[in-house]
C-alpha cells in the first residue's frame, strides 16, 4: 500500500463459562479518537484518527478496553468481558490502489470467575478510568495471579509497594489515592506476614506459615480490583477528588 490507513479493529467478545448475557442492548460509545459498538457479535472499532498501521490504531484503542475490562470486573466482583484482538481492516487511501483487509488472530484468555449467572445488559465503560502505567503493572500482577501464574501475597505485596513507590510511603499514598489507611495497612499484613507455602510470598521469621483463609483470599482479591480502580480514577483526573475506599467497600 502507498497511502495505508485503518479503517476499523474487530474485537471477540470472550465471557467466561459461567457468564451468558441475556439479549443485551448493543453499547455505542462515540469518542473522538474512535467510535466502537458492543454487541453480541463483539466489538467493532471505527477509527476517528488516522494511523497507517495496526500497530498505531491498537495502541490508541487498547488501553481504553483494558480499563472497560477492569471497571467491569470492579463492578461485578468478578471477570465479566474481555475483548480479544481478531483482525483490522485497512485501505489505501490511494485512489489507484484497491482496498485490502489485513490481521492476525490474537486469542484472548477467558479468567475464571465465581458465579455470576444471568446478566441483561453489557457493563458500559467508564469516563473516569484511564489504564496507565501503573493500573497496567496492577492489573497484568492481578490476571497472572488469577491465571495460576503468580502467588497470591507476592500479587498484593507488588500493588502495595507500587502504589507507595509512586506516592512517596504508605500515608502519601493512602492520601493521593483515596485510600484508608487502614486497609493499606491490613492489605501490608496479609500480603508480607500471612501464608502458607502456596501462597506466602516470603518465607522469612516474621512470616506465620498460616495460610490464608477463604475469607482471607476473597479480601486480598477485591482490595487489589478496587485499589487498580482507585488508580485508574485518579490517574485519569489527578485534580478530581476521590471518594475514600475503606475496608467496609470491599466484599
Keep these: 500500500m502507498k497511502d495505508p490507513h485503518v479503517v476499523s479493529l474487530h474485537y471477540e467478545l470472550v465471557v467466561p463459562v459461567n457468564i451468558e448475557f441475556i439479549a ?3 453499547v455505542v460509545v462515540q469518542r473522538q479518537e474512535f467510535a466502537c459498538r458492543l454487541s453480541m457479535d463483539g466489538l467493532l472499532v471505527e477509527m476517528g484518527y488516522h494511523c497507517a498501521d495496526e500497530s498505531a490504531a491498537r495502541g490508541i484503542v487498547d488501553p481504553y478496553l483494558r480499563a472497560w475490562e477492569l471497571y467491569a470486573e470492579v463492578q461485578y466482583c468478578s471477570p465479566i468481558l474481555r475483548f480479544g484482538f481478531l ?3 485497512m485501505i489505501d487511501r490511494d485512489p489507484r490502489r484497491s482496498h485490502s483487509i489485513s490481521g492476525a488472530v490474537e486469542c484472548a484468555m477467558a479468567c475464571s470467575a465465581r458465579i455470576v449467572g444471568h446478566v441483561s ?3 458500559e465503560p467508564s469516563n473516569r478510568c484511564v489504564y ?3 493500573v497496567r503493572a496492577i492489573w497484568e500482577r492481578y490476571q497472572d495471579y488469577r491465571a495460576g501464574r503468580e502467588k497470591l501475597a507476592s500479587m498484593a505485596y507488588f500493588a502495595l509497594t507500587r ?3 509512586c506516592a512517596g510511603g504508605r500515608k502519601d499514598a493512602s492520601r493521593k489515592y483515596s485510600i484508608s489507611r487502614g486497609l493499606l495497612d491490613r492489605l501490608a499484613i496479609l500480603s508480607s506476614k500471612v501464608g502458607g507455602d502456596k501462597s506466602v510470598r516470603k518465607n522469612s521469621a516474621s512470616s506465620s506459615g498460616v495460610p490464608h483463609t477463604e475469607e482471607e483470599v476473597a479480601w486480598i ?3 487489589i480490583r478496587r485499589v487498580a480502580h482507585q488508580v485508574a480514577m485518579h490517574d485519569a483526573d489527578p485534580l478530581r ?4 475506599l475503606t475496608a467496609s467497600d470491599l466484599i
Excluded at 477528588?241 to 475514600?244: D, F, G, K, R, V
Design 121 to 123: 445488559a453489557f457493563p
Design 87 to 89: 483482525r483490522a481492516e
Design 24 to 26: 443485551p442492548s448493543p
Design 221 to 223: 482479591e477485591s482490595c
Design 132 to 134: 496507565s502505567p501503573d
Design 163 to 165: 502504589i507507595e513507590q
Design 241 to 244: 477528588p476521590l471518594p475514600l
